[in-house]
């Protein structure tokens, strides 16, 4: 059973996107890119920064993907889990 417009408390909700910005965010800038990959590099954050890598090229973000590995990409990954500490 739905709620009536004309009810009490559908005058005191506010909409859940009311003042905040929805939809497609912008890619990042080239500093930006830099940045977060000179950081995860610097942690020793190694399967952090393939996914970070990896998700730019899925995204089509990373225009230099290609040149990687003599114009080759791999046609698997392997992800290997490892326990914390």
């Known amino acids: 059973m739905g709620h009536s417009e004309f009810g009490l408390v559908a005058r005191d909700r ?13 890619a990042l800038k080239p500093q930006q890119v830099w940045a977060i990959r000179f950081w995860l590099s610097r942690e020793r954050r190694l399967r952090d920064r393939v996914l970070f890598d990896l998700a730019r090229v899925l995204r089509g973000e ?5 040149s990687r590995r003599g114009g080759r990409v791999r046609a698997r990954a392997t992800v290997v889990q490892q326990k914390t500490g």
């Open 14 to 26: 506010r909409p859940w996107d009311a003042g905040r910005i929805v939809g497609a965010k912008r």
């Open 62 to 66: 990373d225009p230099d993907w290609r």
